[in-house]
């Protein structure tokens, strides 16, 4: 099976400006098309931004999924025969607002990703949670899932799509100052645990009062970089992702002696606790943002 060549494009947005945003994305298309590159991965909410000051800003600058930014995207990608995954602000039409990435080749639009886990941040203080279904799309020999920013926070969201037959997770993301640690240790760590490809996609610039440090990186199953950012500066990091690598969950480093399999050798009988919804967490936090929709519990 061959190798899919990739790139993480780390790169400033400009809040509200779709259609300069659009232009932005449509370049990195072309020039990526012109050296190989068959996946093409953007930050979260490139299209629109995410820092707004209102929900009410929020829905001016909202995309439904039949938008010309999206569908200029689409067409870009058909003429170029290259995929893109990017994020953006949606808007479904009923007065609900998601954060969302979409995944586009040439056949056209191929999946899309509602946020699930949402921080106190930007305009994820009054989006409303995706819920599902983990969804893993096959781009012709790549399997594909996809999270956004705050989703890596939780295993068990690149453990689902691991599960799914993911062989590489796509994470578009937007880290803040305050993400050091993130960055520094969640993307290997998701890519260790699950034995797959990982592609962190971070924005750079300031918007409404933010810094976003960049950094971003793709890393190999085995926790090593094939690409990483060490700064906020432009960059077009570029990968190889070899899906036969990923698919190879048993690692035998001595035959007989030491093998491992971190899927065959979970232990799902004794996870339930995880799907418990009444649980109450030891230790609560002590502050609950006032989303309406909010499924923390006192």
């Not at 020999?141 to 690149?158: H, Q, T």
Request: hydrophobic residues 40%.
């Amino acid at each position: 099976m061959a190798a899919w060549p990739i790139a993480c494009v780390q790169t400033d947005v400009s809040l509200a400006q779709i259609n300069a945003n659009t232009n932005r994305v449509i370049s990195h298309l072309e020039a990526e098309a012109k050296v190989g590159t068959k996946l093409v991965i953007f930050p979260e909410c490139m299209l629109t931004g995410y820092g707004f000051a209102s929900p009410a800003e929020a829905n001016l600058h909202a995309l439904t999924r039949g938008s010309d930014a999206l569908n200029q995207v689409e067409q870009a990608c058909s003429r170029l025969n290259i995929h893109a995954c990017l994020g953006f602000l949606e808007s479904d039409g009923n007065g609900r607002l998601f954060n969302t990435a979409v995944l586009t080749g040439p056949p056209g639009h191929l999946g899309w990703y509602r946020k699930t886990h949402l921080p106190w941040l930007g305009v994820d203080r009054w989006v409303t949670p995706g819920n599902g279904p983990w969804q893993v799309h096959d781009l012709g020999g790549l399997r594909v899932g996809m999270i956004i920013c705050y989703d890596g926070s939780f295993p068990e969201s690149p453990r689902a799509l691991a599960l799914l037959g993911a062989d590489l997770i796509i994470l578009p993301t937007n880290w803040p100052e305050g993400a050091r640690t993130v960055i520094d240790h969640l993307v290997t760590s998701r890519a260790v645990e699950n034995h797959l490809y990982f592609a962190a996609c971070n924005r750079i610039g300031t918007e409404s009062g933010f810094r976003f440090l960049g950094e971003s990186r793709i890393v190999a199953p085995d926790g090593s970089f094939l690409a990483c950012s060490n700064d906020d500066s432009p960059a077009v990091l570029r990968g190889s992702v070899d899906p036969n690598r990923a698919r190879k969950k048993h690692l035998v480093r001595v035959p007989g002696g030491h093998e491992i399999h971190r899927m065959a050798d979970r232990r799902p009988d004794l996870y339930g606790i995880l799907a418990d919804p009444d649980l109450k967490p030891a230790f609560p936090p002590s502050w609950i943002p006032p989303r309406p929709d909010s499924h923390f519990r006192e």
